[in-house]
């Protein structure tokens, strides 16, 4: 690689080895790719310590996951690391679909104006990994990463998991509550367990071609089906930062992985696409046959299954790594409040019911998306054809064309989490769905919504009351802000000053009405949203006694053990 050196991370060797007793730490996790490295940072910033063991001692060598959505740097926002991605990454919104040698529609992802984060941006995995290092490393008084340290064997007890390590200087074992397996699609600790993913591999191989060139292509995610380049197949290309441009060739289940790979058989390929008198260089390649499959419960004991390592889907649609921090984002808050005795252990299972439920809806797209990609039989084609052919003049058809489903926000509908939903709010905002940001004013200075919520439960009112219930409801949020330590709040108003005297309280003004507009939000209304930043409940006129049964009901203490509870978190009733 030309453009990108991978950093080598110093390895430490561990305090354990000097020591005959088994060292305990709250959470262990095991891989320091992003999955791994988010959940450290996620616990750290909500007081808990954790320690990362990863068998590597640098960041993944090649591009990998490049598209990263709104959503997920939203939640990359909150930990610390999106404006480094935001000012280094390629910003797009604009998409091309293009059959056989002529262009059949465009999209554009985001419309709407007044957010901070943009539709998309490309940036190589390499980056992400190193920027979330950095931010570890900024947590160190919380996150103790070990760098060439490897898990040789994991005993998953009802009430503790022990952890044996192996590094250059000798083994040693730790002891955790609980296990984050980070370890990706291969996972050796699923294995060790015995355990599985179920699901589908796809009888074909692709090509990832990052080359390195001048180009005249906008920035614009721009697909191919059967182009006159590379007939038959259909081909991917999305510009990337340093001038790097990713090419995803299809070539067909009979292809040779290792001669593909061979840049004597890649640069006609590329050559052919871009023009003979383009110049470019290699930069990196990879040929990959893809799954869509899951684990059937991302819970073991006190283990806990995130990203490739509980789940894959093909890279058509950008769900990975989206969907990956997405289920980072969900685990993070429910496992600070149990090992802080805020909730019982029952809120984790919820883990696997919100995550489930996304992770199925993660692998339903993607496989639809492989299915139309590359149809493996006559009708499949045909019907793919006759769908391009008339997305170029009917819109209704652009809606079957299936290019790869763009990763969107995972909306929990069906969360045992969700509270009191008053009817008059907008659709796109109800129990279980992630807030949307809009910008504000904080003390006279410009700031985004999103900004002053996440990583402890926020209660946010409309504050534009009149008088003769400014003092009830001011002496109503005071009781639940002195019963909930756990609580923060948030105002909104043109003139939220008077609530200025509340603890924990932040106040915003509307400065361009967008919160009102987007939130349904009136005098006296209001919104509970949860630490990942999900909307927990919300009402037309708000009560202490509602507020407080809401936050209770997002802590679980409604929820009673199961069979399957039990069986994973071993909760005593």
Same mark, same amino acid.
């Given at each position: 690689?030309t453009?990108?050196?991978?950093?080598? =991370?110093?390895?430490?060797?561990?305090?354990?080895?000097?020591?005959?007793?088994?060292?305990?730490c709250?959470?262990?996790?095991?891989?320091?790719?992003? !999955?791994?490295? &988010?959940a450290?940072?996620?616990l750290a910033l909500?007081g808990?310590?954790?320690? +990362?063991?990863?068998?590597?001692?640098?960041?993944s060598?090649?591009s990998?996951a490049?598209?990263?959505?709104?959503?997920?740097?939203?939640?990359?926002?909150r930990?610390?690391?999106?404006?480094?991605?935001? /000012?280094k990454?390629?910003?797009w919104q604009?998409?091309r679909?293009?059959f056989?040698?002529?262009?059949?529609?465009?999209f554009? $992802?985001?419309?709407?104006?007044?957010?901070?984060?943009?539709?998309f941006?490309?940036l190589?995995?390499?980056y992400?990994?190193?920027?979330?290092?950095?931010r570890?490393?900024?947590?160190?008084? =919380?996150?103790d990463?070990r *760098?060439?340290?490897?898990?040789?064997h994991?005993?998953?007890?009802?009430?503790?998991?022990l952890?044996?390590?192996?590094?250059?200087?000798?083994?040693?074992?730790? !002891?955790?509550?609980?296990?984050?397996?980070?370890?990706?699609?291969?996972?050796?600790?699923r294995?060790?367990?015995?355990l599985?993913?179920?699901?589908q +591999?796809?009888?074909?191989?692709?090509?990832?071609?990052?080359?390195v060139?001048?180009?005249?292509?906008?920035?614009?995610? *721009?697909?191919w089906f059967?182009?006159?380049?590379?007939?038959?197949?259909s081909?991917?290309l999305?510009?990337?930062?340093?001038?790097?441009?990713?090419?995803?060739?299809?070539?067909?289940?009979? &292809?040779?992985?290792?001669?593909?790979?061979?840049?004597?058989n890649?640069?006609?390929?590329?050559q052919?696409m871009?023009?003979?008198?383009?110049?470019?260089?290699?930069?990196?390649?990879?040929?990959?046959?893809?799954?869509?499959?899951?684990?059937?419960?991302?819970?073991?004991?006190?283990?806990?299954?995130?990203?490739d390592?509980?789940?894959?889907?093909?890279?058509?649609?950008a769900?990975?790594?989206?969907?990956a921090?997405?289920?980072?984002?969900?685990?993070?808050?429910?496992?600070?409040r149990?090992?802080?005795?805020?909730?019982?252990?029952?809120?984790?299972e919820?883990?696997?019911?919100?995550?489930?439920?996304?992770?199925?809806?993660?692998?339903?797209?993607?496989?639809?998306?492989?299915?139309?990609?590359?149809?493996?039989?006559r009708?499949s084609?045909l019907?793919?054809d006759?769908?391009?052919?008339? &997305?170029?003049q009917?819109?209704?058809?652009?809606?079957l064309?299936? !290019?790869?489903?763009?990763?969107?926000?995972?909306?929990y =509908?069906?969360?045992?989490?969700?509270?009191?939903?008053?009817?008059?709010?907008?659709? /796109?905002?109800?129990p279980?769905?992630? &807030?949307?940001?809009?910008?504000?004013?904080?003390d006279?200075?410009?700031?985004?919504?999103?900004?002053?919520?996440?990583?402890?439960?926020?209660?946010?009112?409309?504050?534009?009351?009149?008088s003769?219930r400014?003092q009830?409801?001011?002496?109503?949020?005071?009781?639940?802000?002195?019963?909930h330590?756990e $609580?923060?709040? +948030?105002?909104?108003?043109?003139?939220?000053?008077?609530?200025?005297q509340?603890?924990?309280?932040?106040l915003l003004?509307?400065?361009?009405?967008?919160?009102?507009?987007? =939130?349904?939000?009136?005098?006296?209304?209001?919104?509970?949203?949860?630490?990942?930043?999900h909307?927990a409940?919300?009402?037309?006129?708000?009560?202490?006694?509602?507020a407080?049964?809401?936050?209770?009901?997002?802590?679980?203490?409604?929820?009673?053990?199961n069979?399957?509870?039990?069986?994973?978190?071993?909760?005593?009733?």
């Amino acid at each position: 690689m030309t453009t990108y050196k991978n950093p080598i =991370y110093p390895y430490r060797r561990p305090a354990e080895l000097d020591v005959d007793i088994t060292h305990h730490c709250p959470v262990i996790i095991v891989g320091a790719g992003p !999955s791994g490295l &988010a959940a450290a940072i996620d616990l750290a910033l909500q007081g808990i310590k954790s320690i +990362v063991l990863d068998d590597n001692n640098t960041v993944s060598v090649g591009s990998r996951a490049i598209c990263f959505s709104k959503r997920t740097l939203e939640i990359l926002d909150r930990l610390g690391t999106a404006q480094k991605m935001l /000012d280094k990454g390629v910003t797009w919104q604009q998409g091309r679909v293009f059959f056989q040698d002529r262009e059949v529609y465009s999209f554009n $992802l985001l419309p709407e104006e007044g957010h901070r984060i943009p539709a998309f941006i490309n940036l190589q995995q390499y980056y992400l990994e190193e920027y979330l290092v950095d931010r570890a490393m900024e947590l160190s008084d =919380y996150i103790d990463l070990r *760098w060439q340290n490897k898990v040789s064997h994991v005993d998953s007890l009802p009430r503790q998991s022990l952890v044996d390590v192996g590094t250059k200087d000798g083994f040693y074992q730790l !002891s955790c509550d609980y296990l984050l397996v980070a370890d990706g699609a291969n996972s050796k600790i699923r294995g060790m367990l015995g355990l599985e993913c179920k699901g589908q +591999v796809f009888q074909d191989h692709f090509l990832i071609a990052d080359v390195v060139m001048k180009a005249e292509f906008p920035t614009e995610r *721009w697909f191919w089906f059967d182009p006159p380049f590379h007939p038959n197949q259909s081909v991917l290309l999305h510009k990337q930062p340093d001038n790097v441009w990713r090419i995803d060739f299809q070539l067909g289940w009979d &292809a040779d992985p290792e001669e593909e790979k061979k840049e004597e058989n890649i640069r006609p390929r590329v050559q052919a696409m871009l023009g003979e008198d383009v110049e470019f260089e290699l930069e990196w390649a990879s040929v990959y046959t893809f799954r869509c499959r899951m684990m059937d419960n991302f819970i073991h004991h006190r283990v806990f299954f995130v990203g490739d390592a509980a789940h894959q889907v093909s890279p058509f649609g950008a769900r990975g790594a989206n969907g990956a921090l997405q289920s980072v984002d969900n685990l993070g808050w429910k496992l600070a409040r149990v090992l802080k005795g805020e909730a019982s252990s029952l809120l984790l299972e919820t883990y696997n019911t919100e995550r489930l439920h996304g992770a199925k809806e993660n692998l339903l797209n993607s496989t639809r998306a492989t299915d139309f990609i590359t149809p493996k039989s006559r009708i499949s084609r045909l019907f793919r054809d006759t769908a391009l052919e008339l &997305a170029e003049q009917h819109p209704f058809a652009r809606t079957l064309v299936n !290019s790869g489903r763009l990763s969107q926000p995972c909306h929990y =509908y069906e969360s045992p989490l969700n509270g009191a939903d008053d009817m008059g709010f907008p659709d /796109d905002l109800c129990p279980g769905s992630p &807030a949307k940001d809009a910008p504000v004013k904080r003390d006279g200075m410009e700031a985004w919504l999103l900004n002053q919520i996440g990583n402890r439960f926020v209660l946010m009112i409309d504050g534009r009351v009149d008088s003769a219930r400014y003092q009830s409801l001011l002496a109503e949020l005071s009781e639940l802000l002195t019963r909930h330590i756990e $609580l923060d709040l +948030v105002i909104i108003g043109p003139s939220p000053h008077f609530f200025s005297q509340l603890p924990r309280c932040t106040l915003l003004e509307d400065s361009d009405g967008l919160v009102s507009e987007r =939130y349904g939000l009136t005098g006296d209304g209001g919104y509970l949203l949860r630490p990942d930043q999900h909307v927990a409940a919300r009402w037309k006129k708000f009560t202490a006694q509602s507020a407080n049964d809401a936050l209770d009901r997002a802590l679980g203490k409604h929820l009673t053990a199961n069979a399957n509870v039990k069986e994973n978190c071993h909760v005593t009733t």
